[in-house]
């Protein structure tokens, strides 16, 4: 399936796996009954509080988002996710505002349904998010070119010419990750925090400016560029397409 990507599954044997994110009892328990008789490995968390830690420790194919939920505005959630990972992201909401539609594209939805749902079409949009991922990162594997170092994504690593591993805490690697999926273009500080707001990750921008420092001194100055009034940015090699 798809590589392993914070939260991201590598088998294509077991069942496709979702996580439905829902605070209300009778539609979780809905949509976990009916996605599993339509083929699908379900958990479900009924809100965001654990929603990180939950994707990173396990290999999800796709998240299905409810908006309201007690803790965190959906739509915050969604923008924080895409920050991190390429997961596809289905929204289940009530909301039936043309705002929040946008609002959720806007920040990295793959999908918005309106409840209530029909179970046989979530489970095709579903399959057909999961499809796209999928054949869009068909062939490229985990391991990516960052500059003149290699990015492996399922291990976590990034690693020198010379085969040396570089030692990176984990706000560090998401910040590097973060910055090459954004193929050259300046992530903005806001962003930034998004990525890696959780564990050793910054707070504000001067901790993001830290974070920067932090990971130029161990990767070279020359990958990171910053970008005046914006954020930064990779610098891709001469050798990178």
Same mark, same amino acid.
């Given at each position: 399936m798809l590589p392993r990507e914070f939260g991201m599954r590598t088998s294509s044997v077991s069942k496709?796996? *979702?996580?439905? =994110?829902?605070?209300? *009892?009778?539609?979780?328990?809905? /949509?976990?009954?009916t996605l599993a008789v339509e083929g699908f490995d379900v958990s479900v968390l009924p809100s965001g509080e654990e929603f990180f830690q939950t994707v990173e420790a396990h290999d999800f194919? @796709? %998240? =299905?988002?409810? /908006?309201? /939920?007690?803790?965190?505005?959906?739509i915050v959630l969604a923008r924080k996710l895409r920050a991190r990972s390429k997961l596809p992201i289905v929204v289940v909401t009530a909301r039936e505002e043309l705002e929040d539609k946008l609002a959720s594209f806007d920040v990295g939805a793959d999908d918005y349904l309106t409840k209530p749902v029909e179970p046989k079409e979530l489970a095709a949009r579903l399959r057909a998010v999961i499809r796209r991922a999928t054949e869009a990162d068909d062939g490229q594997g985990s391991l990516h070119q960052l500059g003149e170092h290699k990015l492996d994504i399922e291990r976590r690593e990034v690693i020198a010419t010379d085969g040396t591993v570089f030692d990176l805490t984990p706000a560090e690697f998401a910040l590097t990750v973060a910055l090459h999926? @954004?193929?050259?273009?300046? =992530?903005?500080?806001?962003? *930034? %925090?998004? @990525?890696v707001s959780s564990g050793d990750g910054p707070l504000n921008f001067r901790a993001v400016d830290i974070l920067v420092s932090r990971v130029r001194k161990k990767l070279g100055k020359g990958l990171i560029e910053t970008v005046t009034g914006t954020g930064y940015r990779i610098v891709r090699a001469e050798t990178e397409i």
């Open positions: 496709e796996r *979702i996580l439905v =994110v829902e605070d209300d *009892i009778w539609q979780s328990n809905f /949509l976990r009954q194919d @796709a %998240v =299905v988002l409810d /908006l309201g /939920l007690p803790d965190e505005d959906g999926h @954004a193929q050259g273009k300046a =992530v903005t500080r806001d962003e *930034i %925090v998004d @990525a």
